[in-house]
């Protein structure tokens, strides 16, 4: 017999149940489509674990719970640890300066640029060492196999949790409807180039169209960058695709004879202050509010849900309605 049930096979209830299980309960895992697919925003991430990074924004705990997520992910699928380039045009020089006195963990690099990422034509850089990035639809399937291992299979069927007795983690993302709750829009290209070989995540600095570029294998890429406040779930429109694809050229003339394999959008759930949390509701754990850090912060969240049910410990991420 199950002892918790999670509604949700996206990063955030997969890291549920896997925190569960590894804590001595036996969790039952049901989502409406399935394992993971194209269905969920989790299948359009980038995958980078780049928290000093994100400290350019996000508030210090996404930062320094973030700072494990590697290492977690480690347990179960492959990471790369070869840290990410922060970089700007010669005419936004001024933006890598600001993004500097935002975060910590980094080194100007001006003189052996050229020695970690040779084709990279930017004369400056903040190298973030510490930070690292992994395929996310491989770490999707790892961790369910995983699961797999433990006996947790994914149950494909329509579930609220009023339907379900007993203890419950909702991670269901937009689908929860939990107050407070945001949809950010964000959208992504991923490219084949194989004629340019990048082998870190880099971040574009770029004062209307930002840009992030994460290589994956076989000379394939994964850029993106949006982040409108929309609730709108339709493909990528022909104005981002535009920016995405032009501030890349603009990175290096080559990925203009790049291959589009594919385009995704999807809705990233968030609270206001767009931090993560778990959200006690009567019997109901919500973990949700992921934003743009999903992979960063669902093992912390996980983590902190698992406690809870296990030892009553009330983390920094959990709150009560």
């Known amino acids: 017999m199950a002892e918790v049930t999670v509604i949700g096979a996206g990063v955030a209830g997969?890291?549920?149940?896997?925190?569960?299980?590894?804590?001595?309960?036996?969790?039952?895992?049901?989502?409406?489509?399935?394992?993971?697919?194209?269905?969920?925003?989790?299948?359009?991430?980038?995958?980078?674990?780049?928290?000093?990074?994100?400290?350019?924004?996000?508030?210090?705990?996404?930062?320094?719970?973030?700072?494990?997520?590697?290492?977690?992910?480690?347990?179960?699928?492959?990471?790369?640890?070869?840290?990410?380039?922060?970089?700007?045009?010669?005419?936004?020089?001024?933006?890598?300066t600001r993004f500097a006195r935002r975060t910590t963990g980094h080194e100007l690099l001006s003189n052996g640029l050229s020695a970690l990422e040779p084709e990279l034509r930017a004369t400056q850089a903040l190298f973030f060492a510490g930070e690292a990035h992994l395929d996310p639809r491989r770490a999707l399937a790892d961790l369910v196999a995983a699961l797999a291992g433990r006996g947790i299979a994914i149950e494909r069927a329509e579930a609220l949790p009023a339907d379900i007795p007993g203890p419950l983690i909702d991670a269901r993302g937009m689908a929860a409807d939990a107050p407070g709750l945001r949809g950010v829009r964000g959208e992504m290209v991923v490219l084949r180039a194989p004629e340019i070989t990048l082998t870190r995540p880099l971040r574009l600095l770029h004062p209307r169209h930002p840009l992030y570029i994460v290589p994956r294998a076989g000379g394939?890429?994964?850029?993106?960058?949006?982040?409108?406040?929309?609730?709108?779930?339709?493909?990528?429109?022909?104005?981002?695709?535009?920016?995405?694809?032009?501030?890349?050229?603009?990175?290096?003339?080559?990925?203009?004879?790049?291959?589009?394999?594919?385009?995704?959008?999807?809705?990233?759930?968030?609270?206001?202050?767009?931090?993560?949390?778990?959200?006690?509701?009567?019997?109901?754990l919500h973990l949700n509010g992921l934003f743009r850090h999903g992979y960063l912060m669902a093992p912390a969240l996980a983590l902190q849900a698992a406690d809870y049910l296990t030892q009553g410990i009330k983390g920094d991420l959990f709150h009560e309605d």
Do not use: K
């Open 14 to 96: 997969l890291w549920a149940a896997w925190a569960l299980s590894r804590a001595g309960l036996t969790p039952r895992l049901i989502d409406r489509n399935g394992p993971p697919g194209p269905h969920g925003c989790s299948w359009w991430a980038g995958g980078m674990l780049a928290p000093f990074c994100e400290g350019a924004v996000a508030e210090p705990a996404v930062v320094s719970h973030g700072r494990n997520a590697a290492a977690a992910w480690g347990d179960v699928t492959g990471v790369t640890h070869r840290g990410s380039l922060v970089v700007t045009l010669e005419r936004d020089r001024g933006e890598l």
């Open 220 to 284: 394939v890429y994964m850029l993106g960058a949006t982040q409108i406040e929309s609730s709108d779930r339709r493909g990528v429109s022909a104005r981002s695709l535009l920016e995405l694809l032009s501030a890349a050229y603009a990175l290096d003339p080559r990925f203009a004879e790049a291959e589009v394999l594919e385009t995704g959008a999807d809705l990233r759930p968030a609270f206001a202050d767009n931090v993560p949390r778990v959200v006690r509701r009567g019997r109901v």
